[in-house]
């Protein structure tokens, strides 16, 4: 399940990923008051967030974790450059931590569950450090010949995942490249790079890890789940559908986090879309007779949510 822990040179790369952006979203509240935020930085930061997002979203994890969908070569390879832009791992690594998590979810096995110390309130926060980032820096790594063997087998994965450092060097560099030639300064290339770089990645960082925390501890649970994930509405946006997180554990292989009526689902749409130009196929859509028996379920355990199933985007 586990393979032996990272290199020392590894776990330093990791922290860096983690850390240095991090630092600059402590720090951007009081650089915005002092410094100011321009358009074009907002305009930067909001285009390569919708982009590394959706690299992650329907990339990394419906396409390739859960094969919500077949993607035509270029798109595929276009998704997992994308979510490489996100800087949270390369793709095989990503893809079978998360498939781990499935098949363990909140026991002993998964690597991030909040659930794994307790239910006291030491224990839970406690998990919930682990759960949020706490265990990125665990020196264990998940056997990506086990849980992403499809990947490992695939020439254009392999390559994509081996040039994961170029992608975040890319990832700050080009903003910081178009934001010093949009204001024709240096000072637009280095706020570009603090705000369309630093920032925007360690913002969704915390947005991808707090399904993770977050919604594996507080929400509605309308359907039955072997784990304790939630749906956690004010994440919906920002996690581009992703927050759905109950409906998701319910039904993995759906495209369609949102099932639910009202339930805003970008990601579902951005697949829907790439249907509809023909460039992916064989769309795995809610089934409703698979969410009414999920949902007649969670009734009989507790949950009283009356759900209305939306079947297509």
């Known amino acids: 399940m586990v393979i032996p822990g990272r290199s020392v040179g590894e776990q330093i790369l990791v922290k860096a990923f983690v850390l240095i952006p991090f630092a600059a979203l402590v720090a951007a509240v009081p650089i915005a008051w002092g410094w ?11 285009a390569f967030y919708v982009v590394s997002c959706l690299g992650v979203t329907v ?3 419906r396409h390739f974790t859960h094969r919500a969908f077949k993607a035509k070569r270029g798109l595929r390879i276009a998704l997992a450059v994308a979510g490489g832009l996100a800087a949270q791992g390369p793709v095989i690594g990503w893809v079978a931590d998360h498939r781990r998590h499935h098949a363990f979810s909140d026991r002993e096995g998964d690597p991030h569950s909040p659930w794994l110390f307790g239910t006291g309130p030491v224990a ?24 992403a063997p499809d990947l ?18 890319l990832s700050v560099g080009v903003p910081t490249a178009l934001g010093g030639l949009l204001t024709w300064s240096w ?30 501890m507080i929400g509605d649970r309308p359907f039955a789940s072997r784990d304790k994930a939630a749906n956690f509405w004010p994440l919906a946006i920002l996690s581009m559908g992703e927050s759905w997180h109950n409906s998701h554990h319910a039904d993995p292989t759906c495209a369609r986090h949102g099932v639910l009526r009202g339930q805003v689902d970008i990601s579902a749409r951005t697949i829907w879309i790439f249907q509809r130009l023909g460039w992916i196929s064989d769309v795995h859509w809610a089934n409703p007779a698979r969410l ?3 949902a007649a379920s969670a009734d ?3 949950h009283k949510d009356a759900p209305t199933e939306e079947t297509t985007p």
């Open 292 to 294: 009414a028996r999920a």
């Open 152 to 169: 490992l087998a695939d020439r254009d994965m392999r390559i994509v995942d081996r040039l994961f450092p170029l992608w975040v060097v």
């Open 300 to 302: 009989r355990t507790g």
């Open 187 to 216: 000072w637009g290339a280095l706020t570009a790079f603090f705000w369309a770089g630093l920032v925007r990645v360690s913002f969704l960082h915390h947005v991808t890890w707090s399904i993770n925390s977050i919604c594996h």
């Open 36 to 46: 100011g935020l321009g358009w074009t930085d907002i305009a930067l930061a909001a």
């Open 59 to 61: 990339g990394y994890h």
């Open 124 to 147: 839970l926060a406690k998990g919930f450090w682990h759960a949020h980032m706490g265990w990125l820096f665990e020196r264990v790594s998940t056997n990506t010949e086990r849980f």
